[in-house]
């Protein structure tokens, strides 16, 4: 079992940027995926970047170059630094782990984009 623990989101205007981090402990292996999914309401969770163990990254087509999804290896920690941030990218945004062993969900945190 992989235990995630997010930082907070917030509350942010329009155009503003926001960085969420997530570290990862417990049962990691050499091969993973960790990345972002997002769930706004009444709607269903869906991803919003994921990031190999190799670097590789992956962004759902509404963020790209406002989004950016990075590494950081010792620590086993995935970082979503989100520039140029808009309203409807409202959500409750959640960590997700995942290697050879199962899944992992962080708790959630708010992102709030308004004015």
């Known amino acids: 079992q992989v235990q995630l623990v997010e930082s907070e989101g917030g509350l942010v205007r329009p155009g503003g940027s926001l960085r969420l981090s997530c570290a990862a402990s417990?049962?990691?292996?050499?091969?993973?995926?960790m990345g972002w999914y997002r769930q706004a309401p009444g709607e269903e969770r869906d991803m919003v970047a994921t990031?190999?163990?190799?670097?590789?990254?992956t962004y759902v087509d509404s963020v790209k170059g406002r989004f950016t999804i990075s590494l950081d290896f010792t620590t086993t920690s995935v970082v979503l630094q989100m520039d140029s941030l808009k309203p409807e990218d409202t959500a409750v945004y959640y960590c997700y782990h995942r290697n050879v062993v199962g899944e992992s969900w962080g708790q959630g945190t708010q992102v709030t984009v308004s004015s």
């Open positions: 990031i190999t163990s190799g670097g590789n990254p």
């Open positions: 417990g049962n990691i292996r050499s091969m993973y995926v």
